[in-house]
């Protein structure tokens, strides 16, 4: 007979185990879904949406790195991988990632890698009409609903891929995003968007720099997107922004920076009931925590706040290159080592998912 002690270690390391062991190797591979919302999204109405996959590998293959910008003059450094190496073997916890306005899934790399060494399988998307490696759209801008709508295609592409999908537990799933990718989280999660209330918020004195054209698309002032509202075509869209896009059984949601909070029917957030970790810092001045994340955490019932002393927005970015930091206005003025952010928001999300799922 096994002692009763052994067995209660025995057990605990099997629940270790199936919680995501941490991997020697990430691997990454790549797919494409196709949807309508991302052709009404996409600058050459293409329908095709990326999907980039990073997971726990099997030991062998070499990482290579993953950077941003042209061979020998990358701006950005997102970590390492390795390309198309086998999987680990098991099911693991899986993650669903979205990026910020005008970045993309390479661009958070950094993050996702890092979740997928912990143990997990990470999918992400490049959202059509509102990634860095395509033009910015109007329509990409207004239809931020349909970035959940990516998320779910994005999850179904992998549950139904010979090669991912046997290695997926999605009955520990989770959400994590970014800036706008924090709102599409919780859109993920249950939340609801509200049209009238970040028109009102924005038309108040109270708006903020989300209401104002961002970087990326300088030509998209307030004004001309309640303007491409008022289109028959945006019009009838804009009609099932309210609706629910939940992804059925969402457990954890983590934030980033998250941005967009005024756009979300705030009893929906009062209604949330998945634990949701929000992460800022109090320097961001381009999703201002006073209406982005400290109102998430303030507005969720089950809300964990942490908030980084001297970090801004773009803070979560992948890490500048010397190249970067000479050239790349996203690289100006960090106060804090990059270094320090990442491995703080890794730590964060590592630990809390670990405890959720």
Not at 105 to 127: E, Q, S
Not at 229 to 251: C, E, N, W
Not at 276 to 300: C, E, K, M, W, Y
Request: charged share 15%; net charge neutral; aromatic share 6%.
């Amino acid at each position: 007979m096994i002692p009763r002690s052994l067995l209660i270690a025995l057990t605990a390391a099997s629940l270790i185990v199936g919680a995501g062991a941490r991997a020697g190797t990430v691997g990454e591979t790549h797919r494409t879904a196709h949807t309508p919302s991302a052709a009404l999204r996409d600058a050459q109405h293409s329908d095709t949406l990326r999907v980039t996959v990073w997971y726990p590998a099997a030991a062998g293959p070499a990482e290579t790195p993953l950077q941003i910008g042209p061979p020998g003059k990358a701006q950005f450094d997102a970590g390492s991988a390795a390309v198309e190496a086998p999987f680990a073997p098991g099911r693991h916890p899986v993650i669903l990632f979205s990026h910020g306005f005008g970045g993309s899934a390479r661009m958070m790399a950094w993050f996702g890698t890092a979740l997928a060494r912990a143990g997990n399988v990470v999918v992400a998307v490049d959202h059509p009409g509102t990634n860095g490696r395509d033009p910015i759209t109007m329509a990409g801008s207004l239809l931020v609903w349909d970035r959940a709508v990516d998320l779910r295609v994005a999850l179904d592409t992998a549950k139904a891929d010979p090669r991912i999908g046997p290695h997926l537990d999605t009955r520990r799933l989770g959400v994590a995003g970014f800036s706008m990718g924090g709102f599409a989280a919780l859109l993920s999660a249950g939340a609801r968007v509200d049209i009238e209330h970040i028109i009102a918020f924005c038309q108040s004195s109270a708006a903020d720099a989300t209401c104002a054209a961002q970087a990326e698309a300088p030509d998209q002032t307030m004004a001309a997107r309640e303007q491409a509202l008022k289109t028959p075509a945006m019009a009838a869209l804009a009609k099932h922004a309210g609706d629910d896009y939940a992804i059925p059984g969402v457990r954890a949601v983590f934030l980033m920076a998250p941005g967009g909070i005024e756009a979300l029917a705030p009893a929906s957030l009062h209604a949330l009931t998945t634990p949701v970790r929000v992460l800022f810092g109090d320097a961001d001045t381009v999703a201002p925590p006073a209406s982005n994340g400290q109102l998430a955490a303030d507005s969720l019932p089950h809300a964990a706040l942490r908030i980084l002393q001297g970090v801004g927005h773009y803070d979560f970015l992948a890490r500048c290159t010397a190249l970067g930091r000479q050239r790349e206005p996203l690289c100006q003025h960090m106060e804090v080592p990059q270094s320090r952010t990442h491995a703080s928001a890794i730590a964060d999300a590592e630990a809390f998912f670990a405890r959720q799922l």
